[in-house]
């Protein structure tokens, strides 16, 4: 499976919560060596690409390093560097290369960055600037082999911009599984909402993604996009749901399963993971993008 990285990931990373070591750097060393995963540069996202779902006057300004401190401080990324508008364009270009590779392939690529669901149309929020998830929906449909995009978010935290994006969409299905009182304060209507109780823990929590898969097997997909954060973990900081390593590759184990048996392509997002210490966070992440990797080795 090919996944896509590049060290600039770990610019503007929040240094209160990623202090000592960031999860990029410390994943990157962990997966180099699996034979089954080629770690693979992205390149830049292009304007034309970001404007598939955001306002030209946003992006602009953006790119141009004219956004308002309070703009700024609304995305949360800090120290606030020149290298972050590097960054956010190889991170959407390394989602919109898994998009590309899984759609060739038939079978699951991914990105070791991105999953910026906070991100809306027109205002960035919560770490996020676009949203690669927005963007790579509707790239995928401008092929014509791709009708029906759906979009698993299982990332702790409501994948609020995205839904806002596609509200009313006709051919991109969002779903978000996420803890109900947390970020974000106010909450945006997805195709359907799971919001979860605090402290729920792995038993109750695969019960639900097992229903929710049932509910979906029918459903007519053409592709999937998996924001697979793995902030649901109980050591998370930014969490409150309480699943165990564990519980969290299970969860991602009844994705792949899924997606195997519907025979469509799958994008992984890598979405949140704030454990203290990082490194319980490194550790699903690793068994997440090494799943994969099992399962697109299967198709
Ligand atoms: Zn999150």
Redesign the pocket.
């Known amino acids: 499976m090919i996944l896509h990285y590049h060290p600039i990931y770990s610019e503007g990373l929040h240094p209160d919560v990623y202090f000592p070591r960031d999860r990029y750097r410390l994943l990157a060393d962990r997966l180099q060596e699996d034979a089954a995963l080629e770690l693979r540069s992205p390149r830049r996202a292009s304007r034309e690409e970001i404007l598939l779902a955001h306002d030209a006057e946003y992006v602009d300004r953006f790119l141009a390093g004219e956004l308002t401190e309070k703009e700024m401080r609304r995305i949360g990324l800090r120290p606030w560097t020149e290298a972050i508008i590097e960054r956010t364009l190889l991170l959407t270009g390394g989602s919109l290369m898994a998009l590309e590779e899984a759609l060739r392939t038939g079978g699951i690529s991914g990105n070791m960055a991105g999953?910026t669901?906070?991100a809306f149309r027109n205002e960035g929020s919560?770490y996020c600037i676009f949203n690669d998830l927005a963007i790579c929906a509707l790239s995928a449909l401008e092929r014509d082999e791709i009708g029906q995009v759906l979009i698993l978010d299982l990332?702790?935290?409501q994948g609020d911009g995205t839904a806002a994006i596609f509200q009313h969409h006709p051919m991109v299905h969002s779903v978000s599984m996420?803890a109900a009182k947390?970020?974000p304060a106010r909450k945006q209507q997805s195709d359907w909402d799971l919001p979860l109780p605090k402290g729920m823990g792995d038993r109750d929590y695969l019960n639900i993604l097992r229903q929710v898969l049932e509910d979906l097997e029918s459903r007519d997909v053409d592709l999937l996009l998996f924001q697979a954060?793995v902030?649901p973990l109980a050591e998370?900081h930014?969490?409150f749901l309480e699943l165990s390593r564990e519980g969290m590759d299970e969860r991602n184990q009844q994705v792949f399963a899924w997606a195997h048996r519907k025979g469509i392509p799958v994008v992984i997002f890598m979405?949140?993971?704030?454990a203290r210490p990082i490194e319980r966070s490194v550790e699903c992440f690793e068994d997440l993008f090494r799943a994969g990797a099992q399962w697109h080795a299967r198709r």
Do not use: E, I, S, T
């Not at 979405?271 to 704030?274: E, K």
């Open positions: 999953g669901h906070h919560g990332d702790v935290h996420h947390n970020f954060g902030d998370d930014l969490g979405g949140g993971g704030y």
